[in-house]
Every structure is written in structure tokens, then in C-alpha cells.
């Protein structure tokens, strides 16, 4: 049913998608996650008033290109700007988007403070209004993610699910954490595991997915429909088809240096033709961090990776890293 709800085809795995991460799910990062078998892909976050207000910036953000597994992400209050939101990105997009996601899980203070994000799970009759007015405006699925709940005292995961369900939304996200905890301490999958079990409509689990055993885990232990990975997937977009190749099969195997080197040059060329090369190398140095998580020499690799400019500098680092193709020496 998820499947079907999001339009991704039909595949013997639930579906494992990849979370919207303001920041760092740009184009080039999607397309490789999508490569390497990721069902789903979300935009970082996208403000609706933004979108309201013509921001070149904001639009930068849903540069879609051809895909078509696309789940864009919006944040707001207001339940017109939403709706105004849908309308215009739906004219501007056409086709490409898969599902509307609604974001009622930001932690931040600049968006809290706003009645944004997580904020919202203690408004839960605005926040349906903002569901039914996405649901009547939008042609393709609309889904709600947002966390345990705001604080210990409101907004409850469980009986927040319960109202997005009644509201129209067609499937929602709960990732296992407050609002105050951030990303910290270790998520809590058993409010998922109740909601799935009240509610009608698909759960998506979400919080501490890095390995395909957690993958496992968490489906095993909520029964949701779908995984969705958020850090683990930074520096490692492998993790999607090791996944899948577990569900299926219980086992997994090791991703060559070649193909991470061949990962890391097309993530950046992509990364490079949509924002011209001074903003892409400046904004990939975090990615190349991340990819050198496990690789020996990782402190020094970092600190020459702070240092890149250019794609060509980039280019002899990665091969200087990965670029054995007969072993996987380098690993620690
Ligand atoms: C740097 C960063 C940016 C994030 N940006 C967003 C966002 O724009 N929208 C959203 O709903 N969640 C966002 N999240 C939360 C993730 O989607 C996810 O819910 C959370 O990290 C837990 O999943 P994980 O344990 O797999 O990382 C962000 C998380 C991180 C670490």
C-alpha cells in the first residue's frame, strides 16, 4: 500500500527512503542514494512562505531535475501558504513529485519559535488544517513526519498520529525522539510500534537506522511499512542497497573502492553542475568528510578536505583515497 500511496513502482522489500536533511539532501546527493537503491528521496526542507515570497534561494532548493521518486518537504503554519505552496510547485514540477511531506519535526529554535516544525505537534487542530488544506489542493499523496512528541507533556506521537490519520493524511513519519532531545541519547521506537498498530494508514520508522541489521530491527520491532534513513545515509548512500539486499536475503556485501570512488566523482560533478563550482566544493567538503569515516588516516584526509577549492582538488583526493581498485587497503 505504501508503494502504491508513493508511486515507487513495485519491489519485494518495504519501501527504504531517504529523509529530507536541510543542508544536505540536494540533487546530487538524492541521485546517488537513488542509484544505490534508495526507493524514496525528500528535499531538505522548503519554507512555504519562501515560495510565497518569490525566494530565489527557495527555489533553488526544489531543483528537481528528471526525478521522479521525489518527495518534496514543506514547512509552515499557515494552512493557505501551504496549500499556495502545492499549487505552485505542483504547476512548476509537474510529474515529478511523488508525495507532499509535511514538516512537524524540526527541532530548531529558529523555526520552533516560529510555531514551525515540531511546534506544531502542540497545535494538533491547526496542524490538521494544515493536512486538509494540503489534501484538497494537492494531486499526489500528502504525509506528515514529525517525532515522539514536542515535550514529555504535549504532543503525543500516538494520538498526533491519530489526528493526522482523521485529518486525510496518507501515510506519516515518526521519528522516535522529543523535540528536546534533538538528535541525541537513543530513539524510542516503541511509540512507533503503537502507533502502527492504531492506525490505518502506513507508518514510515524512523531514528538510528546505520546498518542493515538496525534497518531490520526497527521493522521487526514497530511492523511499519517503510524505513526511512536519515545520518546513516551521509557519506555512506551504499547503506540503501545493503539494506534491501538483507530484507531479502539476510545477507549483504562490502561496497569496493572503485564504486565508492565512482560515487563520490558523480556526486560531486552533479553537485557542481547545479550550483557552479566555488558553492559546490565549499558545500561538498562535509560530504567528503563523511566518506572518509572508516578510512585510515581519516584526521588527516579531513583536514586536506577543509582545504578544497576546486573539483580538480577534489577530484585527486578521492582518487588519492579510493582510487586502489585491487584492494580495499585503505580501510581500516
Ligand atoms: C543535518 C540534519 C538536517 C535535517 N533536516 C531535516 C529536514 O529538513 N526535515 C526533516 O523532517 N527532518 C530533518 N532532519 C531529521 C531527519 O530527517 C531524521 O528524522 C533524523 O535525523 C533521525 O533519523 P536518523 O537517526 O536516521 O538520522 C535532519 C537531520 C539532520 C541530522
Not at 553542475?273 to 585510515?296: M, P
Amino acid at each position: 500500500m505504501l508503494r502504491q500511496i508513493l508511486q515507487i513502482g513495485q519491489e519485494e522489500t518495504v519501501p527504504v527512503v531517504l529523509a529530507p536533511m536541510a543542508g544536505i539532501t540536494d540533487f546530487a546527493f538524492r541521485e546517488v542514494c537513488r542509484d544505490w537503491g534508495a526507493d524514496m528521496t525528500y528535499s531538505e526542507m522548503i519554507s512555504a512562505k519562501g515560495l510565497k515570497y518569490n525566494s530565489k534561494r527557495t527555489f533553488e532548493i526544489v531543483d528537481l531535475r528528471d526525478e521522479t521518486k521525489s518527495a518534496i518537504q514543506l514547512f509552515g503554519r499557515d494552512p493557505q501558504d501551504i496549500a499556495n505552496a502545492i499549487r505552485v510547485l505542483q504547476q512548476e514540477q509537474a510529474g515529478r513529485i511523488s508525495c507532499f511531506d509535511i514538516n512537524m519535526g524540526c527541532p530548531a529554535p529558529k523555526i520552533v519559535n516560529n510555531g514551525e516544525g515540531s511546534a506544531l505537534m502542540k497545535e494538533p487542530e491547526l496542524a490538521a488544517e494544515i493536512v486538509a488544506a494540503a489534501k484538497k489542493v494537492s494531486e499526489v499523496a500528502v504525509t506528515v513526519k514529525f517525532r515522539r512528541g514536542f515535550d514529555k507533556t504535549h504532543g503525543d506521537a500516538v494520538s498526533f498520529a491519530q489526528r493526522m490519520e482523521q485529518a486525510g493524511t496518507d501515510a506519516v513519519t515518526i521519528h522516535g525522539r522529543l523535540r528536546e532531545e534533538y538528535y541525541t541519547g537513543k530513539a524510542d521506537w516503541d511509540c512507533i510500534a503503537r502507533t502502527k498498530q492504531l492506525l490505518s494508514i502506513p507508518v514510515i520508522a524512523n531514528g538510528d537506522v546505520f546498518s542493515p541489521e538496525d534497518a531490520k530491527g526497527i521493522l521487526d520491532y514497530t511492523g511499519a511499512d517503510g524505513v526511512m534513513v536519515a545520518r546513516g545515509a551521509t557519506g555512506n548512500p551504499f547503506l540503501f542497497s545493503q539494506i534491501k539486499t538483507y530484507l531479502q536475503t539476510g545477507t549483504y556485501r562490502q561496497i569496493s573502492n572503485q564504486e565508492k570512488l565512482q560515487t563520490v566523482l558523480k556526486q560531486a560533478e552533479l553537485c557542481v553542475k547545479s550550483k557552479g563550482e566555488h558553492r559546490a566544493i565549499q558545500e561538498f567538503r562535509k560530504h567528503i568528510a563523511w566518506y572518509l569515516k572508516g578510512v585510515r588516516g581519516a584526521a588527516a584526509l579531513r583536514q586536506q578536505a577543509l582545504g578544497l577549492n576546486t573539483l580538480e582538488q577534489l577530484q585527486s583526493l578521492a582518487m588519492q583515497v579510493f582510487g586502489d581498485s585491487t584492494t580495499d587497503a585503505n580501510m581500516i
